[in-house]
């Protein structure tokens, strides 16, 4: 079985795990914790990975042997599950979406972009499920009290997050490929709310007769359940070549 379970998702930060009966993969989160205890391999573009390994807070990170590098827009493998990787605009350091297939099953995820280029929307055409951030109400982001006019900003433009409307309308943008399941993420503590988030999304469904979408939103306190995205073959696989397609970095 290819699934998907949220470890969390708001404001503080987002964590996912993608998982097949070969495979284990943590999306966005607990780098530290599991560099600490177990020698886990780490994957990411070269950008990012120079970007930790300079950064003092990551010394348990930074100090690992076991990184995967690999070219943004790249293609690979891990175990029975394939990994295709697009970048997004959004203010960081060589930012990424994924979309994850495992035998008759896709899985989108992105999480912090300001706009959907055409490439995020081709890449997102083949998922059944999709993980997308709905950060913010405009309203209530213009009303903020508490955020200057500069972050407000930044949280609005094209390398920000995405509104609940803004959201809503990529989801639009799909309704024509496989999707059967969104599930909202990454809402903001001040800005939003999960009624305001699912109150867009599904109106913008209803307008295009798409009543029956299943929509789920991600928190950032508690453990989604366990959404089911394909069946995989529990048989055997092809191993992953990784010393022939992944840069290792040395310490």
């Known amino acids: 079985m290819f ?12 964590s996912a795990l993608v998982a097949t009966e070969h495979c284990k993969i943590l999306v966005d989160g607990g780098l530290s914790a599991l560099c600490r205890k177990f020698h886990v ?48 605009p959004h203010d960081a350091v060589d930012p990424l979406g994924f979309a994850f297939h495992a035998g008759s099953g896709g899985l989108g995820f992105i999480t912090d972009l300001g706009y959907p280029t055409k490439m995020v929307i081709e890449r997102l055409r083949e998922v059944q499920t ?40 990529v989801i639009e943008e799909l309704l ?9 993420g990454h809402l903001s503590r001040d800005c939003n709310t999960p009624e ?13 007769g798409k009543i029956d979408l299943e929509i789920h939103i991600a928190s950032q306190s508690k453990i989604s359940a366990r959404f089911r ?23």
Not at 5 to 11: D, R
Not at 132 to 156: A, F, G, M, S, Y
Not at 161 to 168: D, M, V
Not at 240 to 248: C, D, G, H, K, P
């Open 3 to 14: 699934s998907l379970t949220m470890l969390g998702s708001g404001s503080a930060g987002n």
């Open 41 to 88: 391999p780490i994957y990411c573009n070269a950008l990012t990975a120079e970007a930790i390994r300079s950064d003092g807070l990551f010394e348990q990170v930074a100090a690992a042997t076991n990184w995967r590098i690999f070219r943004t827009g790249s293609e690979f493998s891990i175990c029975d599950m394939t990994v295709q990787t697009f970048p997004v």
């Open 130 to 169: 999709l993980v997308i951030e709905t950060n913010h109400d405009e309203k209530l982001l213009q009303n903020d009290t508490h955020r200057p006019w500069p972050v407000k900003q930044r949280i609005q433009s094209r390398h920000g997050h995405l509104s609940n409307a803004a959201a809503a309308g």
């Open 176 to 184: 024509s490929g496989k999707i059967e399941r969104v599930v909202l």
């Open 196 to 208: 305001l988030a699912v109150t867009a999304v599904r109106g913008s469904l209803a307008k295009h």
């Open 229 to 251: 995205i394909g069946e995989t073959n529990s048989g055997p696989f092809q191993p992953t070549f990784e010393n022939a397609f992944f840069q290792v970095i040395p310490a």
